[in-house]
């Protein structure tokens, strides 16, 4: 049986009641016109490397860390819940959505269309996790979210802020920065039938991960962190 993430749809939904809305200082995000689509076992999975880079990045984690973190858990399987155990922080920021839309995901996604519907923009309610050392997310579902105006959500967006260096970020690495401390474990895993693995994501810095999520959405879990700390920005891409 899919166990559902504890209380998601309540939280980042519309009206956003558990998100507040912020003034913090984000980092410039630059414009990218060579962002490529890989797509993960012809499922509804795909990723796009390099959609941030390292200095934008660890620009998102340092300006998280200065927002705080707050612990979130959840009542566990035996109560109907993916077991939970990370650190969040939630913001309602449209204008941080439509800036992540416009450095190139909205050209990316073109043609991305779901029962008549195109891709539209971000859910303004944007989630920042961090996962610590023994931290991890259960096997779950994400669930479409109704933004209103007639829009509602497809698909689940990751972007991890740190993790594996891909070439192109490598001559931007700073050793002395916390967030670049190695990351060990920690990956994305999506299940199908009878309990197969149907992809192993390893997080890879400024690297997009999307999902289909909803009534089709496959069952997957954050594996648990052996070393350093993961930082991911969360949101969804809404369609009308």
């Not at 984000?26 to 490529?36: C, Y």
């Not at 096997?139 to 105006?149: K, M, T």
């Not at 690297?207 to 879990?221: D, P, R, S, T, V």
Request: with cysteine.
């Amino acid at each position: 049986m899919k166990k559902r993430m504890m209380g998601d749809r309540k939280k980042d939904g519309r009206n956003g009641k558990k998100s507040k809305t912020t003034e913090t200082n984000w980092p410039v995000i630059k414009p990218k016109s060579n962002l490529r689509i890989t797509r993960l076992k012809d499922y509804d999975l795909f990723t796009v490397q390099n959609f941030l880079t390292a200095a934008e990045s660890k620009a998102f984690v340092k300006a998280a860390e200065s927002i705080g973190f707050v612990h979130q858990g959840s009542l566990g399987p035996t109560k109907g819940e993916a077991y939970r155990d990370n650190d969040r922080i939630a913001v309602n920021d449209p204008v941080l959505a439509d800036t992540l839309w416009e450095s190139g995901l909205g050209k990316l996604l073109s043609d991305l269309t779901i029962r008549g519907k195109v891709a539209v923009g971000l859910n303004p309610n944007i989630r920042l996790y961090r996962y610590k050392v023994g931290q991890h997310f259960g096997r779950h579902i994400d669930e479409s979210v109704d933004l209103g105006d007639g829009k509602h959500t497809h698909y689940t967006l990751l972007i991890y802020l740190n993790g594996d260096v891909d070439s192109k970020h490598q001559s931007d690495m700073n050793s002395s920065d916390d967030s670049s401390e190695s990351l060990v474990g920690g990956e994305t895993v999506f299940y199908g039938p009878r309990n197969s693995i149907v992809a192993e994501v390893t997080p890879t810095q400024g690297m997009a991960l999307f999902h289909i999520h909803g009534a089709k959405c496959m069952l997957h879990e954050a594996r648990n962190v052996r070393k350093g700390a993961k930082y991911i920005l969360r949101s969804d891409v809404a369609f009308a």
